[in-house]
C-alpha cells in the first residue's frame, strides 16, 4: 500500500529532471520548488474554473506560492 501512495505522489506532482547550465544544488532544489509551484497553481486555476474555490481565494493561494518561491531563492543565494 505504501508503495501505491509514492507512485500516486509521483504521478500527481512529477518532478522534472533539470536542463538549465551549470547545476548547482542550488539551481537544482529551485527548478524543483518552481516546478511545484508551477504544478499547485494549475491545481488552484483548475479549482478556481470549477467553481470549488472563490477568485479571491485563488489569488491569495497564489500570492502565498509565489512568496515561498521568493524566500526559497532567497534562502538558497540566488536572490539578493
Known amino acids: 500500500m ?3 501512495i509514492h507512485l ?3 504521478f ?3 518532478v522534472p529532471s533539470y ?3 551549470d547545476p548547482t ?3 537544482v532544489a529551485f527548478s524543483a520548488n518552481l516546478s511545484e509551484m508551477a504544478t499547485r ?3 488552484v486555476a483548475g479549482l478556481t474554473s470549477n467553481g470549488k474555490i ?3 481565494d485563488a489569488y491569495k ?3 502565498k506560492h509565489w512568496k515561498t518561491l521568493k524566500k526559497s531563492a532567497k534562502s538558497l543565494g540566488l536572490k539578493k
Open 41 to 43: 497553481l494549475g491545481f
Open 2 to 4: 505504501s508503495q501505491d
Open 25 to 27: 544544488f542550488q539551481k
Open 19 to 21: 536542463h538549465g547550465e
Open 8 to 10: 500516486a505522489d509521483r
Open 61 to 63: 493561494s497564489a500570492r
Open 12 to 14: 500527481i506532482c512529477p
Open 54 to 56: 472563490s477568485p479571491d
